[in-house]
C-alpha cells in the first residue's frame, strides 16, 4: 500500500529549509582559523538553532510523534553556556521566529525521545560538523520511520550545488517517499523537483566511491583494500555528511562505504535514515557490511548492523564480496 504523506513531506521540507537558513547564517560568521583554533562555537550554535527550528516545526504539525534528535537543552542550560543559548536564540529571531530562550529550549527537547516507538522522526540537525566548520560539505537530515521502516526522507545539503559539477550556490535539497521516487529541488525558491536516479554502472573497475573525510569515521585503509579488488584505480571522493548518499543517489558516485573502525562503535539512526531511503527510492541498494538491511526498530542506534555499504543496486553483490574477501567481516 502506498502512503501518500503529503502533509509530512511539506512539513519537514519547511523544517529543513528553516534549518539551512540558520546554518548557513552561522556559517556565513565563521572565521577561516576556526579549525585550527578549534572554535566549536558555530557549530554549537547552528547544531543547536538547526534542532529546534525543526522540532518546533515537526512538533506542532504533528505533537503526538515522538522524535529521536541527536541534542537535547541539558548543557546550555548550564550558567557557563547562558551565551550560547543567548546567540541561538538570536539566530532564530532573525529568522523572523519571535520566541523566548525557554521556548527555544522546549522546542530542542522534543528531540529527546529514545526509545523505538511505531512511528516517530529522526533528525541530525547538522551531520558532518567538521564540514560545516571548514565550509565544505555537511547536511540537515530528516526522516519518518513507521513500523520500522523509513517512509519520508529529507536531506538539506546547503553546500551541495544543484547540478552536479557546476557552482551554483541556491544548495540542494532531497526528498523522498517510500514508493515514490527520490528528488531534488532548489533549497531556496520555488523550482519544481526534478527526479533523481543511481548510475547504471556495472563494470567494478569503472565504480566510483566516496567515503568520509574523516579516518576515524571509516576506515580509509579497509576501502583501499576494497577499491584494489574490484579494480578501481580511480581515488575515492571524500566528503562529509549524508551528502555522500545524495552524491550516489543522484549517480555522480556508484558506491559509499563506511567501513567500521572501532569493533563497540554503533551508527547512530540519524546519520543515515535520510539518505537511506533518498538512495533506496532512487533505484540503490543500503546494507550493512554483512549484507542485512538496516534496523531502524532498535533505539538510537543501529545495534543490530555494522558500518553501512551503499550502492547503485548492481554493484552491490560484488561490493560485499569484497567486503568479504578482504576480511572486513
Ligand atoms: P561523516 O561526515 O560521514 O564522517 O560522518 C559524521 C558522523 O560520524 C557524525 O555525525 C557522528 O555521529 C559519526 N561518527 C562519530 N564517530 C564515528 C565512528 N567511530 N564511526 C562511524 N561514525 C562515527
Ligand atoms: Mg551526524
Same mark, same amino acid.
Given at each position: 500500500m502506498t502512503v501518500v504523506l503529503s502533509h509530512e513531506l511539506d512539513a519537514a521540507l519547511v523544517a529543513v529549509r528553516d534549518a539551512a537558513r540558520i546554518c548557513r547564517s552561522v556559517q556565513s560568521?565563521?572565521?577561516?582559523d576556526a579549525m585550527e583554533k578549534k572554535d566549536k562555537s558555530p557549530v554549537t550554535i547552528a547544531d543547536f538553532g538547526s534542532q529546534a527550528v525543526v522540532c518546533r516545526v515537526i512538533g506542532d504539525a504533528f505533537p503526538h510523534d515522538p522524535i529521536i534528535a541527536e541534542e537535547d537543552s541539558r548543557e546550555l542550560l548550564n550558567e557557563q553556556n547562558a551565551p550560547f543559548l543567548h546567540l541561538i536564540h538570536d539566530e532564530i529571531c532573525k529568522q523572523c521566529i519571535e520566541t523566548s530562550k525557554e521556548q527555544v529550549c522546549r522546542w530542542i527537547d522534543r528531540g529527546g525521545a529514545e526509545e523505538y516507538s511505531h512511528r516517530f522522526w529522526t533528525l541530525?540537525?547538522?551531520?558532518?560538523t567538521k564540514g560545516f566548520l571548514r565550509k565544505e560539505q555537511y547536511a540537515i537530515s530528516l526522516a519518518l520511520i513507521v513500523e520500522g521502516q523509513i517512509e519520508l526522507g529529507v536531506l538539506g545539503c546547503? *553546500?551541495?550545488?544543484?547540478?552536479?559539477g557546476q557552482t551554483d550556490t541556491a544548495g540542494s535539497l532531497f526528498y523522498a517517499i517510500r514508493g515514490q521516487g527520490a528528488y531534488v529541488l532548489p533549497l531556496e525558491g520555488d523550482a519544481a523537483p526534478m527526479r533523481i536516479r543511481v548510475s547504471q554502472t556495472s563494470a567494478t573497475n569503472a565504480a566510483r566511491f566516496c567515503e568520509s573525510v574523516e579516518s576515524g569515521h571509516s576506515s580509509h585503509g579497509a576501502s583501499e583494500q576494497i577499491a584494489e579488488w574490484l579494480g578501481i584505480t580511480a581515488a575515492p571522493v571524500r566528503l562529509d555528511s549524508q551528502a555522500k548518499y545524495a552524491v550516489v543517489a543522484r549517480g555522480e558516485a556508484d558506491i559509499y562505504l563506511r567501513l567500521?573502525?572501532?569493533?563497540?562503535y554503533f551508527e547512530q539512526i540519524w546519520d543515515h535514515a535520510g539518505g537511506v531511503l533518498v538512495v533506496e527510492e532512487a533505484g540503490g541498494r543500503v546494507t550493512d557490511v554483512t549484507g542485512k538491511p538496516l534496523d531502524f526498530?532498535?533505539?538510537?542506534?543501529?545495534?543490530? *548492523?555494522?558500518g553501512v555499504i551503499v550502492s547503485n543496486a548492481k554493484l552491490h553483490d560484488a561490493v560485499l564480496e569484497a567486503v568479504r574477501a578482504v576480511g572486513v567481516v
Open positions: 560568521t565563521i572565521a577561516p541530525d540537525p547538522i551531520d558532518g546547503p *553546500n551541495l550545488p544543484l547540478v552536479p567500521p573502525t572501532k569493533k563497540d526498530t532498535h533505539g538510537r542506534q543501529l545495534k543490530q *548492523n555494522r
